[in-house]
């Protein structure tokens, strides 16, 4: 007698708790990805990858703008020099999205494995990077740098993606002299955009499943909720620990994938 089939409930409390698990991860210092695709490939199989990666951004998107709404009601957001930066960031996804249709995303893999050990070995050895505010160093071009930040890494994150909100941190801290507070904030409200930028590219694919994914989107609201309290109630030293714990769990997942 054939044993009947696994329950659906049990793949979607999984799911969930995956989901809650990446918001909070993401709301602190990005990086939620990680755990929502392979949880999304593991658990629903049948889903094609380009859906797998569609939907993940639809779940992603809710956390991220919850979180970025958290700390903007804190007043660690400057909207003003925002404006132009969230453009370029929009922008900079849809182009990294529809390159990927042309390029192969494994050729990213190696280059970003040496980028992210250059992060975390530059931020490991400079005890005072991001743990207060301090003069940047284009203090006249603040908002040319921060939009080139925000083009450059929204095409990465349209085409690839792993790292987004380390390398949009890292920028910020080392160029324009933010504390890792203030970074992560505004981090947040621009990876909500490449988020939404990407989700268009992929809706207009017809590749979400926008009503399966609703108990994970609510997940995800609640560790976005969850993580964002408690970077801004610890500040920029535990976001500064929690970052090169996250980089070293990024690069540990690349290096894998290269491997194999």
Known sequence: ???????????????SLASLSAGFFDAIVGGGGLIQIPALLLLFPQLEPATVLGTNKW????????????????????????????????????????????????????????????????TWRRKELGMVKRNPAFAHHTELVLTGIALVVGIYDGFFGPGTGSFMMFGMTTLLGMDFLRATAHTKVLNATTNLAA???FAWQGHVQWLLAIPFLLANVLGGWMG??????????????????AVAAILARLVWDVWK
């Not at 930066?85 to 996804?93: H, M």
């Not at 964002?228 to 714990?245: D, E, N, Q, T, V």
């Open 1 to 15: 007698m054939p044993s009947p089939p696994e329950t659906p409930l049990l793949h979607y409390l999984l799911m």
């Open 59 to 122: 779940i992603a998107i809710s956390g991220t703008t919850v979180a970025a709404w958290q700390y903007a009601r804190a007043g660690h957001v400057h909207w003003k020099t925002l404006r132009i930066p969230i453009l370029a960031a929009f922008v900079g996804s849809m182009m990294g999205a529809r390159l990927a249709v042309y390029l192969s995303a494994s050729v990213m893999r190696p280059l970003v494995v040496v980028l992210l050990v250059a992060v975390w070995v530059y």
């Open 199 to 201: 989700l268009v590219t």
């Open 228 to 245: 964002s309290r408690l970077a801004m109630r610890r500040g920029s030293p535990f976001i500064r620990k929690f970052f090169l714990w």
